[in-house]
């Protein structure tokens, strides 16, 4: 089977004369096997890794912040925590994750519940 995962990115924008809408269509991803982790992780101050669970070869993270108040950074653990993104109160990302990488994440001021899906290659 090809093109089990499906994902369509859109978005609009209206910020007083400004507006535009946009859509980078929709990607179709062959998934090699089957598996997946998901869940809502309290995330707290100190980086820590995405609960993984049995996926042994992590393809796309789609993550979403449910706090109303504070920020969560996420990273990678290259002997310590790098920061390569944010996400605001209530934002959400998604990206593939490259080979050999541990996902962390790190609140800024208190704990923060984070809702993920991490979907096997």
């Known amino acids: ?18 507006k535009t809408e946009w859509s980078f269509g929709q990607l179709n991803i062959d998934q090699a096997a089957v598996g997946a982790a998901s869940g809502i992780q309290a995330i707290g101050t100190s980086a820590e890794n995405i609960a993984v669970g049995d996926v042994s070869t992590p393809g796309y993270l789609f993550l979403r912040n ?21 996400l605001k109160p209530g934002e959400m990302c998604c990206f593939r994750v490259a080979a050999s990488t541990t996902v962390q994440l790190k609140a800024d001021t208190a704990a923060c519940d984070v809702m993920y899906l991490l979907l096997e290659d």
């Open 1 to 18: 089977m090809a093109n089990e995962i499906k994902v369509t990115i859109k978005g609009r924008i209206e910020n007083g004369n400004y």
């Open 66 to 86: 449910l706090d109303a108040t504070n920020f969560v950074e996420f990273g990678k653990d290259n002997t310590g925590f790098v920061n390569v993104g944010k």
